[in-house]
């Protein structure tokens, strides 16, 4: 399983970008994609979910109400729509696949990661 990020970029503050993950498989039982970002010198956190079998989104707090996360089944492509940029949100964002859906929020129980895309929120 592949996973493969884009959409990244340098926007100014209040912007928007939208990132897009498409996987190379369905073969696998994944249940659960998730977006993490890295800020440099910070470890990874996870940003949103979305559960695949019925496209239930799960945010944390920092982006709650500016991030949307859905997916496409057709083409196995899963989006990060981001409004209202802010510095703080500038990182690496990586997607990853899960078949746990219980432990959504925890990079440890993700198998399959993307090679990440930078953000970057300029002030």
């Known amino acids: 399983v592949q996973l493969q990020a884009s959409g990244g970029g340098l926007v100014q503050t209040g912007g928007s970008l939208r990132l897009s993950c498409k996987v190379s498989?369905?073969?696998?039982?994944?249940?659960?994609m998730g977006w993490f970002r890295q800020a440099s010198g910070k470890s990874r956190t996870f940003v949103a979910a979305?559960?695949?079998?019925?496209?239930?989104?799960f945010y944390s707090d920092s982006v709650k109400g500016r991030f949307t996360a859905s997916l496409d089944r057709v083409t196995n492509t899963i989006y990060l729509q981001m409004n209202s940029l802010r510095p703080e949100d500038t990182a690496v964002y990586y997607c990853?696949?899960?078949?746990?859906?219980?432990?959504?929020?925890?990079?440890?129980?993700?198998?399959?990661w993307g090679q990440g895309t930078q953000v970057t929120v300029s002030s």
């Open positions: 979305v559960a695949w079998n019925t496209g239930t989104p």
């Open positions: 498989e369905r073969t696998w039982n994944y249940s659960v």
């Open positions: 990853a696949a899960s078949d746990n859906p219980l432990r959504y929020t925890d990079a440890r129980s993700y198998t399959y």
